[in-house]
T-cell receptor
Framework: GQQLNQSPQSMFIQEGEDVSMNCTSS?????WLWYKQDPGEGPVLLIA?????ELTSNGRLTAQFGITRKDSFLNISASIPSDVGIYFC???????????????FGAGTQVVVTP | GAVVSQHPSWVICKSGTSVKIECRSL??????MFWYRQFPKQSLMLMAT?????????EQGVEKDKFLINHASLTLSTLTVTSAHPEDSSFYIC?????????????FGDGTRLSIL
């Protein structure tokens, strides 16, 4: 299916460094979501954004809903080894009887943290 | 809150077998559940949208007779892979959301690794 443009594809960083990734789309979304997926597990919701321009934090994570509603970024500050995983952005379509709130996913950003 | 349980977590079976995967919302009522397939090192691919008490809506290219979906209650949806073949081997993940006044995020199960021999 259609995917959002997520970058970078992968990041190799040292423990303590900050991480930044972003997603862009040609479509407008009412909700942007950021998930983290560990190997062999399902995605876990990190942050949900509901308003254009919204900036939301969850611990060391900060995400913003772009003012155009077509983009979002996620920052991880002071990375630690357990930040390793694949991070996915997702734009959620408006809940209608046609879309049922379907998600469009980015391709993911693989984060590797070295001690 | 918002816990989604998926069972089984891992299945290995012979070609031609039908396999049923369950997805349960444990602490909320899920009017809508979604079924995804994920190949190694790739993103999630939506297969179908399941609404309680009605027929599932399948994405283009997904065979509805191959992947049977039932959403009989507000806490349970099942995906049955009928007459599975090796090409059906994949990681299947469900998600659930409650009927929103505004949009509600989807919460995911832990996935089912299906291996067809």
């Amino acid at each position: 299916g259609q995917q959002l443009n997520q970058s970078p594809q992968s990041m190799f960083i040292q423990e303590g460094e900050d991480v930044s990734m972003n997603c862009t789309s040609s479509s407008i979304f009412n909700t942007w979501l950021w998930y983290k997926q560990d190997p062999g597990e399902g995605p876990v919701l990190l942050i949900a954004l509901y308003k254009a321009g919204e900036l939301t934090s969850n611990g060391r994570l900060t995400a913003q809903f772009g003012i155009t509603r077509k983009d979002s970024f996620l920052n991880i500050s002071a990375s630690i080894p357990s930040d390793v995983g694949i991070y996915f952005c997702a734009g959620q379509l408006v809940m209608t009887t046609d879309s049922w709130g379907k998600l469009q996913f980015g391709a993911g950003t693989q984060v590797v943290v070295t001690p | 809150g918002a816990v989604v349980s998926q069972h089984p977590s891992w299945v290995i079976c012979k070609s031609g077998t039908s396999v049923k995967i369950e997805c349960r919302s444990l602490d909320f009522q899920a009017t809508t559940m979604f079924w995804y397939r994920q190949f190694p090192k790739q993103s999630l691919m939506l297969m179908a949208t399941s609404n309680e008490g009605s027929k599932a809506t399948y994405e283009q290219g997904v065979e509805k007779d191959k992947f049977l979906i039932n959403h009989a209650s507000l806490t349970l949806s099942t995906l049955t892979v009928t007459s599975a073949h090796p090409e059906d081997s994949s990681f299947y993940i469900c998600s659930a959301s409650s009927r929103p006044r505004g949009n509600q995020p989807q919460h995911f199960g832990d996935g089912t690794r299906l291996s067809i021999l």
